[in-house]
């Protein structure tokens, strides 16, 4: 599946909810589903900074397709993560570094985080597309 089409599934997912609530619970449930990152990666090298929860990200490049992984130590930034890397996992990073993040305005996700978890999904989208970019580099 292309990305595109990924976000357009998530798009569908969380339209099928009423309220916020449920989406919040959805996400949660995403988190749990999460491929777990290896322990060794769960060092200060793979913190994603900014934010506010620890979230750590471990990118490998498979063939020429980025496979990540991660984990956080908060129910709800996990659910976040999952969803991002369900969108970004086993994509070519050109698609990656080019993806239109707009689906997350779409479900209403920025809009009901706090501030600061706000700026969190940002920094995880830059973190993710910062591995792209580096594995982008190693293919040309």
């Not at 595109?4 to 099928?16: K, L, R, T």
């Not at 609530?21 to 060794?40: A, S, V």
């Not at 991002?84 to 920025?110: C, T, W, Y």
Request: proline share 2%.
């Amino acid at each position: 599946m292309t990305i595109q089409e990924i976000q357009n599934d998530i798009i569908d997912e969380f339209s099928m909810f009423e309220d916020w609530e449920e989406r919040y619970q959805y996400m949660i449930d995403l988190g749990k589903t999460l491929p777990l990152i290896d322990e060794q990666y769960k060092t200060e090298d793979y913190i994603i900074k900014g934010c506010q929860s620890k979230v750590w990200v471990h990118a490998d490049l498979d063939g020429d397709r980025v496979v990540f992984t991660a984990d956080s130590d908060a129910i709800i930034t996990k659910g976040i993560i999952a969803i991002l890397i369900r969108v970004f996992s086993n994509q070519h990073p050109k698609d990656i570094i080019e993806a239109n993040m707009d689906f997350i305005d779409k479900i209403g996700l920025k809009e009901h985080l706090s501030p600061t978890r706000a700026n969190g999904l940002v920094s995880m989208i830059k973190q993710l597309k910062m591995y792209a970019i580096a594995y982008q580099t190693q293919l040309n």
